[in-house]
């Protein structure tokens, strides 16, 4: 039995080989600039905000 290319198997292919690993690789950017030792007095003034009374 012949496979048939169609519009759907190549955009499961393209969603599969192009896009999974991009947002895996922005997934993994996003944790490391939030777990950054640098950005942790940023992050802990905004945890702090809604605590805050002006």
Do not use: K
């Not at 939030?34 to 950005?39: I, T």
């Amino acid at each position: 039995m012949q496979a048939i290319i169609t519009i759907q198997n190549i955009a499961s292919d393209l969603v599969t080989t192009l896009w999974t690993p991009l947002f895996v690789a922005i997934f993994v950017g996003i944790v490391t600039y939030a777990l950054w030792p640098r950005n942790r007095a940023a992050f802990d003034e905004a945890a702090r905000l809604p605590l805050r009374e002006d």
